[in-house]
């Protein structure tokens, strides 16, 4: 026999209570199975649509390659013109009759105006950053999710801004040292607001996206913001790179640290105050990979403190990460923190074991930490999540 769901024990708490009636609950047991039938009927679609959306967009993609070099420069000008307007205007023609077709129309018809805005550049031989390109292609993204409300917009708007700034900073910092950091906690900071951005039961779609771009960035960009600041700490990039002005700096640690923030606040509100935290860890963090080498005489030795240091914090940031899904009874957030840790060890073992072992012994204490502590990992991890929707 199948143990009751939430619903169906909440229906019996109702009818205790006298809330309702046998007949009402029947009506609520129908309306939900409805809601469900119609969620599982919308996979098949939705799947579709993204491959078909791929594919078109990829056919496209190689039709005008293949004649864009017989083609004169108004030609080129107005078949890119022409492919933007096309696409969103057949999604606002199925606005009301094929909702997921006018949202992947519109989706293609915004990635496609990337295209266009570098390929305008190349035909008229503009001379300008191409940075500049994905702000234009950033802005054109928010003016069709202020137009649209579409979640589709809203990713690329989430996925585009970060990358404008990440192009420009890396451009602005080029044969100078003392910058790569500042990106580094920018982009970790980031990927942590838009993980937190979902608080108790909200359930728009907007800020579910933006968890699962959170979700996908926060574990490589930690990693990468790691090895950014070991590469950058490496005492001989001083001798032939130049150090960053204080303003050049000042206005990347504005953006880094008050940007990430101020979007936590807009989307948390005072929960916001963790995210604070999260800046004073990631900080913390990138400073002591920078300082993981020093010279030792003529040699670049590793600090052992500090190495030490840095995967302690690292298993420390995975460990609040599960808490604070605990905390905010989020289950991606413990997943994430269950996984991070996990890494953190394997990597702890690959650098700081594994090559004063021999072959096999090396390997046969691998298998045994994978097995052991996989076990012992997954089992804390369901102990938690029964315990997290215990608490709803």
């Not at 570098?118 to 202020?146: C, K, P, R, S």
Request: include cysteine; glycine fraction near 8%; hydrophobic fraction near 55%.
């Amino acid at each position: 026999m199948k143990p009751p769901t939430q619903l169906e024990a909440q229906i019996s708490r109702w009818i205790e209570a006298g809330v309702i009636d046998a007949q009402t609950a029947e009506r609520i047991r129908a309306f939900e199975a409805g809601q469900e039938r119609r969620a599982t009927l919308r996979w098949p679609v939705l799947l579709a649509m993204v491959f078909g959306a791929m594919l078109l967009a990829a056919g496209i993609t190689l039709f005008v390659a293949a004649h864009w070099i017989d083609l004169s420069p108004a030609e080129r000008f107005s078949l890119v013109l022409l492919m933007v307007a096309v696409f969103h205007a057949g999604g606002a023609a199925l606005s009301t009759r094929f909702p997921a077709m006018s949202t992947t129309l519109h989706a293609i018809g915004t990635i496609v105006l990337g295209a266009a805005i570098f390929l305008t550049a190349q035909i008229f031989n503009l001379h300008e950053d191409w940075a500049t390109g994905i702000l234009l292609w950033a802005v054109g993204a928010a003016v069709g999710y202020l137009l649209l409300r579409d979640w589709v917009q809203a990713a690329l708007v989430a996925l585009l801004a970060p990358a404008w700034l990440s192009c420009q900073w890396g451009i602005t910092t080029e044969w100078h040292t003392g910058g790569d950091h500042i990106l580094a906690i920018g982009l970790v900071l980031l990927s942590l607001s838009y993980l937190s951005a979902r608080v108790g039961d909200d359930v728009s779609t907007v800020r579910r996206v933006l968890v699962w771009i959170g979700g996908f960035a926060v574990l490589p960009c930690v990693a990468i913001a790691i090895a950014i600041a070991i590469q950058e700490g490496y005492p001989y990039r001083a001798q032939w790179e130049s150090h960053l002005s204080v303003g050049i700096q000042l206005m990347g640690w504005t953006v880094a640290l008050v940007g990430p923030l101020l979007l936590a606040w807009i989307l948390r509100g005072r929960a916001a105050w963790i995210n604070l935290l999260w800046a004073v860890w990631a900080c913390t963090l990138v400073i002591t990979a920078r300082h993981t080498q020093a010279y030792a005489g003529q040699e670049i030795r590793d600090n052992v403190s500090m190495t030490l240091a840095l995967y302690a914090l690292s298993a420390l940031g995975a460990v609040a990460l599960v808490a604070w899904g605990l905390y905010e009874k989020r289950k991606e957030r413990l997943n994430l923190g269950i996984a991070g840790f996990a890494l953190c060890v394997l990597y702890f073992y690959f650098d700081s074991f594994m090559d004063k072992m021999g072959r096999s012994e090396s390997l046969l204490l691998l298998g045994v930490l994978c097995l052991a502590g996989g076990f012992a990992l997954e089992r804390t991890r369901r102990r938690l999540v029964a315990r997290l929707e215990t608490d709803r």
